[in-house]
Nanobody
Framework: QVQLAESGGGLVQAGGSLRLSCVAS????????MGWFRQAPGKEREFVAA????????DYADSVKGRFTISRDNAKNTVTLQMNSLKPEDTAAYFC????????????????WGQGTQVTVSS
């Protein structure tokens, strides 16, 4: 079972940037597609971004395209989410996710989850 640990959340003003990181425990990290989801209070968890195991293919929610960038370093078992031009509506708990395929990560089913890290964007 893959264990995921997120870090990098915090409080930032609108227009600012944050960089989230997720470290995976599994030595087979390079074989997993990775992604990020978020959940705001009172709302369902929603897809944010995902990347294939090779790093070649990516997918983003329309709401973050052009502002967020997902990347991975397979040598360090790490996936990151660079978030720029943050908006108050980006405020949420952000979760790292792992699955065997990109499509599975995007669907958010049958995947491994981290514990989450809080991102708060003030106006």
């Amino acid at each position: 079972q893959v264990q995921l640990a997120e870090s990098g959340g915090g409080l930032v003003q609108a227009g600012g940037s944050l960089r989230l990181s997720c470290v995976a425990s599994d030595r087979a990290f390079s074989t997993y597609a990775m992604g990020w989801f978020r959940q705001a209070p009172g709302k369902e968890r929603e897809f944010v971004a995902a990347m294939s195991w090779s790093g070649i293919n990516t997918d983003y929610a329309d709401s973050v395209k052009g502002r967020f960038t997902i990347s991975r370093d397979n040598a360090k078992n790490t996936v990151t989410l660079q978030m720029n031009s943050l908006k108050p509506e980006d405020t949420a708990a952000y979760f790292c996710a792992a699955a065997r395929s990109l499509s599975t990560v995007v669907r958010g089913t049958s995947i491994y989850w981290g514990q989450g890290t809080q991102v708060t964007v003030s106006s």
